[in-house]
Nanobody, 127 residues
Framework: QLRLTESGGGLVQAGGALRLSCVGT????????MGWFRQFPGKEREGVAS????????NYADSVKGRFAISRDNAANTIYLQMNNLKPEDTAVYYC????????????????????WGQGTQVTVSL
């Protein structure tokens, strides 16, 4: 069973940057589409970004395009989310997840298409 552990969250001022990491243990992430999601209090999880195991462009939510970048290091069994120019509305718990497919395709930001999830890391952006 793949275990995912996020880190890198914290408190940052608006305009600042954070880099989230998600390490997989007990199973390789290299064959799979991986994603980042976030959840606001009282809301459903929403897709932020996803990256395929094959050559296809990453998917990004419109709200983060141009500010966030997803990447992966298969040798380290890790994916990253570089978040720049953070805004207070980015405040949420961020989760990483695996989809059991090599490509992310059109479902790349659909939480229902992902199965294994981390425990989340809190990101708080202050004014």
């Amino acid at each position: 069973q793949l275990r995912l552990t996020e880190s890198g969250g914290g408190l940052v001022q608006a305009g600042g940057a954070l880099r989230l990491s998600c390490v997989g243990t007990l199973y390789a992430i290299s064959p799979f589409c991986m994603g980042w999601f976030r959840q606001f209090p009282g809301k459903e999880r929403e897709g932020v970004a996803s990256i395929a195991a094959v050559s296809e462009p990453p998917n990004y939510a419109d709200s983060v395009k141009g500010r966030f970048a997803i990447s992966r290091d298969n040798a380290a069994n890790t994916i990253y989310l570089q978040m720049n120019n953070l805004k207070p509305e980015d405040t949420a718990v961020y989760y990483c997840a695996r989809r059991q497919s090599t490509g992310c395709g059109g479902a790349g930001l659909n939480a229902d298409a992902f199965d294994s999830w981390g425990q989340g890391t809190q990101v708080t952006v202050s004014l």
